[in-house]
């Protein structure tokens, strides 16, 4: 197998996990959530659609763009765009909006940011394989 094989399938895997944590985030049963959780409870509630609508571009974007990129098209970069802005968006409303650093402390921030940076990375690699004529 292929280095950029292996890598946009590690890629597809990462967001065909998201694309399960949003299934599982949105459709969670919040009163049971609340009882181990009270505040990520709360903070699905609280969620606007706008908010719940960036997160779902940022999932399906993500893995429509490891998709792209494993069939070597050049769709794979604006797609993979869309998905890091769109987890901007969604995390900028749980951070600031929200407000979930002061209700849980400084150690939520960390996933979030593996996330940006992992999709940092993706659109990295996709834009170098479009330069290097890998994607058509």
């Known amino acids: 197998m292929t280095r950029f094989r292996m890598i946009s399938l590690a890629f597809l895997v990462w967001n065909l996990t998201g694309d399960g944590a949003y299934l599982a985030q949105s459709s969670a049963d919040l009163d049971a959530l609340a009882r181990t959780d009270p505040i990520t409870a709360d903070a699905f509630r609280a969620m606007p659609w706008w908010a719940w609508s960036a997160y779902a571009a940022a999932v399906w974007g993500g893995t429509a763009a490891a998709i792209a990129l494993l069939m070597r098209r050049r769709l794979a970069v604006p797609l993979f765009a869309l998905a890091l802005v769109a987890v901007v968006i969604q995390f900028g409303w749980t951070f600031l909006g929200y407000g979930l650093i002061a209700k849980k402390?400084?150690?939520?921030?960390?996933?979030?940011?593996?996330?940006?940076?992992?999709?940092?990375?993706?659109?990295?690699?996709?834009?170098?394989?479009?330069?290097?004529?890998?994607?058509?």
Not at 129 to 135: I, K, P, Q, V
């Open 105 to 136: 402390g400084i150690g939520t921030v960390a996933f979030p940011l593996v996330i940006a940076v992992i999709g940092l990375a993706e659109l990295a690699y996709a834009r170098a394989r479009r330069a290097d004529g890998t994607l058509r």
